[in-house]
């Protein structure tokens, strides 16, 4: 079964700051990774999709890692900025998109 | 392309009553998923399809159905609501296993 841990659960950075999201899972038999944003009482956005040979994708100032065999990825976010606040979701698919619990992201200005 | 359409937005239901959550999609996506989120639970996967005529359960399957009688289609039904099904409720569909998931708005349901 898999299980999606994300790291930290919750971060609030003054405006400026460059940012690393942990996402860690245990089957790494997956097709592809995922990683979503979610404002408050929205649905999600796709952000970013790691397919499993890639090592990374990049879009604007986020920039997201995939290591498949030791169960990680990370999300970059450069010079954020307050529009950034939002609950940020890591998915691997294999087969079934399974979510963590997200983190909670707070910019201050 | 509207993408992925839910329907209705918001709903009261009392307690054993039955009810139908829509989920539309017009990008011929084969994939498609329900998925219910709670404080402190995040999104957990409650049915899943890979295509017309199939179907497969989640995490959390309990007290829903499903069918998948067109690739457009996939509703979720609740045939006796209970409390514990109030949630926010989303629907998600994909091209393949080599796409990313769309999401729609989501249906906000409140059992009482």
């Known amino acids: 079964k898999q299980e999606v841990t994300q790291i930290p659960a919750a971060l609030s950075v003054p405006e400026g700051e460059n940012l690393v999201l942990n996402c860690s899972f245990t089957?790494?038999?997956?097709?592809?990774l995922q990683w979503f944003r979610q404002d408050p009482g929205k649905g999600l956005t796709s952000l970013l999709l790691i397919q499993s040979s890639q090592r990374e994708q990049t879009s604007g100032r986020l920039n997201a890692s995939l290591d498949k065999s030791s169960g990680r990825s990370t999300l970059y976010i450069a010079a954020s900025q307050p529009g950034d606040s939002a609950t940020y979701l890591c998915?691997?698919?294999?087969?079934?998109?399974?979510f963590g619990q997200g983190t909670e992201l707070s910019v201050k200005p | 392309n509207a993408g992925v359409t839910q329907t209705p937005k918001f709903q009261v239901l009392k307690t054993g009553q039955s009810m139908t959550l829509q989920c539309a999609q017009d990008m011929n996506h084969e994939y498609m998923s329900w998925y219910r989120q709670d404080p402190g639970m995040g999104l957990r996967l409650i049915h899943y399809s890979v295509g017309a005529g199939i179907t497969d359960q989640g995490e959390v399957p309990n007290g829903y159905n499903v069918s998948r009688s067109t690739t457009e289609d996939f509703p979720l039904r609740l045939l006796s609501a209970a409390p514990s099904q109030t949630s926010v409720y989303f629907c998600?569909?994909?091209?393949?296993?080599?796409?990313?998931?769309?999401f729609g708005s989501g249906t906000r349901l409140t059992v009482v």
């Open positions: 089957d790494s038999a997956i097709y592809n």
């Open positions: 998915a691997p698919d294999g087969g079934k998109l399974i």
């Open positions: 998600a569909s994909s091209y393949s296993e080599d796409y990313g998931y769309t």
